[in-house]
């Protein structure tokens, strides 16, 4: 075979496959690259059949996995300087102002300014913020190549899940964490005291029938004792002792009253990211996805060091009330990487994850009538970005330190206990320590001593949780205590 042979050899499939790339992103309604790539990849391959060698792209892989960091993430290629610039457009809706904070600052605005961090890392990045959450299903359902539409949005778990029905088509795929309730969502009863005392009858429960502070209401009287088919949730004209009530949007009820709010249980109510499958499931896709999760969590670092700053440049950007803003601000808790890692099961030990979240909140809203079909098969999330996000960050942020919780507050939630084998004991302190990570967790059990304390050195080893966070002491009937935050 002499040297015009072999060359042909190497050039051929080299030409077909950028042929042959060329055409699935014109069907797939991507941009279309620039041939001067597909023409430089001939030239290298030439350069190769005449024995020059050639210099090998890169394509740096994270630690562990087989995919390439994308170009512009950390531990991946660096983003060549002098190549021109063609920006990948993506979409993001969010349920509020304050749901796209981090964005918006990193972006420079909400279009895009002339410092935004977006523009550098290969994106053109739009944000679009409303106070209506079907407005938000809608734009995701009319994808992001249209003007209204949507690549990715941002609402509350509940809100997503209650909204899945109708979203099913596109196949959603939970696809990161934004933040967690901390204290927006509120629920109130006839004392501060009702969910420590056992409750008999029914239940009215005021409130938005698939809003996030209902699903919290509904949760706690659960856990408290009181089946989900005893409770009934009424929107209009309600007047009962048991409200649901949204702190960031709502006049609030009666102090004596507030029984518990998500500053207590702060990881059962995340703000997700939500992405069509068809932006999760090529890797090019995916590679965009991590590039823009990379710039987030930028602005996420901005807004943390200043939060007043961050709400008066955000309410600057979209005409929100500055004041309403910095109180809606500090009624979240903004998820850094480690707790997008921990929140979908890549840090180890951790028993409350967006997984468990998405099968309890579907639990709960076909119980009472907001869905009607049965859960997915599987749960609809996707750790392959986050999972990249972790594996491609150069540091590796520590979880935030907690103070030692109390045992001398007052009882915030007493859940009871009927003849359940130890491995669910087991199971239901982790998953209480859990929501609720800044209480003290106390098993009251009539089983003797060493019983006792062996369940809670378990749980305690299996979830590792400190000596301070979970005790046990002996009572009349098998109880798990939830003590209120100090």
């Given at each position: 075979m002499n040297k015009r042979q072999r060359l042909m050899l190497v050039l051929?499939?080299?030409?077909l496959g950028g042929l042959g790339f060329f055409a699935y992103l014109r069907l797939d309604g991507a941009t279309v690259p620039d041939l001067s790539a597909v023409a430089a990849a001939a030239e290298v391959a030439e350069r190769e059949a005449d024995g020059e060698g050639g210099e090998a792209t890169d394509t740096t892989e994270v630690a562990g996995t087989d995919t390439p960091v994308p170009p512009g993430v950390d531990g991946g290629p660096p983003v060549d300087a002098g190549a021109p610039v063609e920006l990948t457009q993506l979409r993001v809706v969010g349920l509020g102002a304050?749901?796209?904070?981090?964005g918006i600052l990193a972006?420079?605005?909400?279009?895009?300014?002339?410092?935004s961090r977006f523009t550098a890392a290969g994106l053109s990045a739009t944000f679009r913020a409303s106070d209506d959450a079907s407005a938000v299903e809608r734009a995701l359902a009319l994808g992001g190549d249209a003007e209204d539409g949507a690549h990715l949005i941002v609402l509350p778990l509940p809100t997503f899940v209650a909204s899945y029905e109708r979203l099913k088509a596109l196949d959603p795929r939970i696809v990161g964490v934004a933040a967690w309730s901390s204290g927006r969502d509120a629920f109130y009863g006839p004392s501060r005291d009702s969910l420590a005392e056992r409750r008999r009858g029914n239940v009215r429960l005021c409130g938005p029938r698939s809003g996030p502070a209902t699903f919290l209401s509904l949760y706690l009287l659960e856990l408290s004792g009181t089946g989900l088919?005893?409770?009934?949730?009424?929107?209009?004209?309600?007047?009962?002792?048991?409200?649901?009530?949204?702190?960031?949007?709502?006049?609030?009820?009666?102090?004596?009253?507030?029984v518990a709010t998500t500053a207590d249980?702060?990881?059962?109510?995340?703000?997700?990211?939500?992405?069509?499958?068809?932006?999760?499931?090529?890797?090019?896709?995916?590679?965009?996805?991590?590039?823009?999760?990379?710039?987030?969590f930028e602005g996420v670092s901005t807004l943390r060091s200043d939060v007043p700053g961050g709400a008066r440049t955000i309410a600057g950007e979209t005409s929100a009330d500055?004041?309403?803003?910095?109180?809606?601000?500090?009624?979240?808790?903004?998820?850094?990487?480690?707790?997008?890692?921990?929140?979908?099961?890549?840090?180890?030990?951790?028993?409350?994850?967006?997984?468990?979240?998405?099968?309890?909140t579907w639990r709960v809203w076909r119980t009472t009538g907001v869905l009607a079909t049965p859960a997915p098969e599987s749960v609809p999330l996707d750790t392959r970005v986050v999972a990249a996000a972790v594996r491609a960050s150069s540091a590796r942020p520590e979880a935030p330190s907690r103070s030692a919780p109390s045992f001398d507050t007052h009882v915030l939630l007493s859940h009871r206990l009927s003849a359940e084998e130890r491995a669910d004991v087991v199971h239901r302190i982790g998953w209480l320590a859990g929501l609720f990570p800044r209480s003290g967790i106390e098993l009251r059990s009539s089983q003797n001593e060493g019983r006792r304390n062996a369940i809670v050195q378990e749980a305690?080893?299996?979830?590792?949780?400190?000596?301070?966070?979970?005790?046990?002491?002996?009572?009349?009937?098998?109880?798990?205590v939830v003590y209120a935050v100090q």
């Open positions: 051929l499939p080299a030409l304050d749901s796209l904070a981090p972006n420079g605005g909400r279009e895009g300014g002339p410092e088919d005893a409770i009934t949730v009424a929107e209009n004209n309600c007047v009962s002792e048991y409200l649901s009530v949204d702190r960031g949007g709502s006049t609030e009820g009666n102090a004596s009253r507030l249980a702060s990881t059962l109510i995340p703000w997700v990211f939500v992405a069509p499958e068809a932006m999760v499931e090529g890797e090019a896709e995916r590679g965009v996805l991590a590039r823009w999760m990379k710039v987030w500055p004041v309403s803003l910095l109180q809606r601000l500090g009624q979240v808790e903004i998820a850094d990487l480690a707790q997008n890692a921990a929140a979908f099961g890549l840090s180890g030990r951790d028993s409350v994850t967006i997984g468990s979240l998405f099968g309890e305690r080893a299996r979830f590792g949780l400190s000596e301070e966070r979970v005790r046990a002491r002996r009572g009349r009937q098998d109880t798990l």
